[in-house]
């Protein structure tokens, strides 16, 4: 059983800065990714950031340019956002992909707002 703690959501006002963070713990071995994805009110659950066990990453157009996906280790993945806008507001969830296989964390709201 895999399990994702996320931390580091908040408020904040827009063009400002918020780093959140997901430990993994659990059975994690082999080759698997870890991601961020968001969901706003009313809209369905968006990818956001990939990044591989190779440390390959990717970004949805919408962050690309402004949030960064990092590890600070094989099983710790954080996002470092910036230029935050009202529209970024959403809860934040980490994923773990092993095997075909999702696991999620918690979620942790991020709200943008003067």
């Known amino acids: 059983q895999v399990r994702l703690v996320e931390s580091g959501g908040g408020l904040v006002q827009p063009g400002g800065s918020l780093r959140l963070s997901c430990a993994a713990s659990g059975r994690i071995f082999g080759i698997y990714s870890m991601a961020w994805y968001r969901q706003a009110p009313g809209k369905q659950r968006e990818l956001v950031a990939t990044i591989t066990s190779s440390g390959n990453t990717n970004y949805a157009d919408s962050v690309r340019g402004r949030f960064t996906i990092s590890r600070d280790s094989a099983k710790t993945v954080n996002l470092q956002m910036n230029s935050l806008k009202p529209e970024d507001t959403a809860v934040y969830y980490c994923?773990?992909?092993?095997?075909?296989?999702?696991?999620w964390g918690q979620g942790t709201q991020v709200t943008v707002s003067s």
């Open positions: 994923n773990l992909r092993m095997g075909g296989l999702d696991s």
